[in-house]
């Protein structure tokens, strides 16, 4: 169990810092497009968001092929194409049971779970705060 809390541990901090610096690069490109195309009123808005959503499915996308590789790595899994779909809906914490480690492998599992939720729910923090400063929705008048 320890060794599953030592890479989970290792994993999750790289995933804090693929968030951080992804939700950073985000912001910016955001702001690049929105600035390159001049837009002005609700397109400005709707490029805004499309950048977000687009720009936060990449960094989730990134986090999940870091979750599989290290499954593969540590052989958790029996091939890449397993352990991704493992990591996907473990990450996304849909968990259709299909697919399970094995026993001595279920706390890297769970730690996974864990950090898909708070990682969700960051980028969900994100998108509401992008929606409501920059984009399409306006406080007062949309909520």
Known sequence: MLLNLAIGTLVISLTVVIHTFG????????RHLVAKFRMHGRRSRVVAMISVVM???????????LWAAIFQLVG??????????FSTITFSTVGYGDVVPAHEWRVLAALE????LLLIGWSTAYLIAAGTRI???????HF
Do not use: K, Q, S
């Open 23 to 30: 939700l950073i690069a985000v912001t910016h490109a955001m």
């Open 55 to 65: 720009g936060l499915f990449t960094v989730m996308t990134t986090e999940v092929w």
């Open 113 to 116: 779970g864990v950090n898909g």
């Open 135 to 141: 984009g399409p929705f306006r406080v007062g008048e």
């Open 76 to 85: 958790v899994l029996p091939d890449f194409e397993t352990a991704l779909y």
